[in-house]
């Protein structure tokens, strides 16, 4: 807790250490943001936006739940990285409040992501590769004959079936989550939140004492993992990594994907840390990068799921299984292709930092 | 025909240009090998390993044949590189009893490696990708269980029956094939091979000044075909190309690959023409480390193939056609892998020669 750390004057900042949780908003000392006072500036910006998608819900449904999902995972994120400056049971109900609602909004727009990435990778598995003027020049050459194409059609239809279902029964929860009481509660906490955040007493310390280390510590965490990660394997091309776990037991590629999905949310913290004003960003537009390259690992990994689920439907045509087959073994090499491209990222970024010192090095 | 070429001294070379052929051996002009004595030495040579392998055959069958494809391969290479040196109509009969030969006797052992691949791809598959420590430690997880593992084992015994019996015959064939009147006619040619090549004038001419020229018109091919290749998307890991024909008719995938099938038999072409004495050869080990790469690629493309056959079994289970349908995209992936290797390395061999200028740059 006591860290030591001084001003940038060298003097030791005034704060109060080990004191019970303060549930008012301390007053900074003359001249300095305290820690607390930059939170809460966060904290009331994003329950703003917040809110504002709240209003929006009745005309533009998508729109406004990105809104919420975006500033819900917002707070979440910096109340789990700033948590020594807010009452830890307070706090972490209300995570649990906005982890659901994410959850609950989410899943919609990710079977409609789903279903597209399945459907852009069937096509392109049917496409021939070759000119269409050499195709022509054959005699019943072409795309979309013989029982592979027929397969690779049939698997399209059960694939949009299966997540369309998936996807209205996804509308109708977050409906429904949307006009419950639970949902109520949180929206009213959104409305107050800025003004009822229950402070601890290190939060009165200037903000530059305190909100770059907490930030430095999210940066650790995540070069911590990122660093464990097989990195070496990954950035060797067409490693077969991924795929290994196509024709195991299932557990065993959620077991493989576990620890790049967890860099993936531990960048997304690390990212959000340092949208709270007085705090660096730590690397550069790569960290932006590595972001969307584990989202897409992600969504691949939950892509090559959704269809190893499909070819469990009963009675299914064989040339139907077999597409779905090659669509599985096509996603889960997306899977590695996502890897191979954040681990030549990563390497290019700079290192992590010792302790939680804050490196230079922000953006530009 | 009459090239002007000089001799490195300056001197046009003592030749007779535009005759009718030449059945016999021509003397060399003092101190000087022929372009032709140089040939025949070579024929003789792989004559010589040819009859060795026939005479091996009771003993060591497998060893035997793979000298017999090697020999007839280098005959049939320098016969076609070399063929302004020798009466057209005797070589091409030569060179198509050689191919019908090398195509025979090469069945049996490209169904074995082929079984061999795709059993070895499969365990690949079905092999976790996560430590067996992380595995042990969750309750019913493990490599070997689930739907996906059982689709797997099926797939691996119906291609193990399907390419046994694909090699059972090809084995039989070959026997055939060794004792027909046809193979012994062709064996009587190799007898006979080095005193009865019938060769033109041109042959007459000094070794130095003819078989260059020849061996680098040949690299010429290999580099026009090589370039005309699409490198740059190959050299792209994980652009999807190859895997593109995965459920297209399977005549695009041929169309596809054929064109690197085409480089392979160049780059044979070209290493074997550099194997008669007098002609450097070009490039560096590289090119044989190519021509590795494209015998991956082919095979990975003909597995495929292989796989996609499988799957047209009648009344085979929906998880088998899954497996299947896995290891068919795995294998077009191996394609893609080589095509990338390959793009790699010829990318940093030397640039083309010019016309049919020798280059210099051989090996060391």
Known sequence: ????????????????????PDTAVLAPPAGTLTAGRALTGYLREQATAFLRGLGLRSERE???????????RRIAAVLHTYAPLTEPGWAEALRGELGWLTSTLGREPQHTGRLARLLEALRRLSTAGVPESVLAEVEGGGTGSGPLALGAARAAALLERQLTLARTRAH??????????????????????ASEVPLTGRAADPAPAVLPPLAAQAYQRLCDAADALPLGRAALPYNAEAVQASLGAELTADLQDAPWHQVRILLRLARYAAEVPGVEPYGDDRLVEAAQVLGRHREAAESAAAVAAAARTPRIAPATAYALGVLHADQRH???AARFAFSRLWQGLPPAPEGDRPLPGPRG
Do not use: Y
């Open 62 to 72: 998508g729109q406004a739940d990105a809104l919420l999902r975006g500033s819900a």
């Open 1 to 20: 807790m006591a860290s030591g750390k001084t001003t940038p004057g060298g003097e030791p900042p005034a704060r109060t250490t080990g004191g019970p």
């Open 334 to 336: 997306e899977v590695e």
């Open 172 to 193: 109708s929860a977050a409906l429904q989550a949307v006009g419950s009481s639970r949902f109520h509660g949180l929206a009213d906490s959104m409305a107050v939140l």
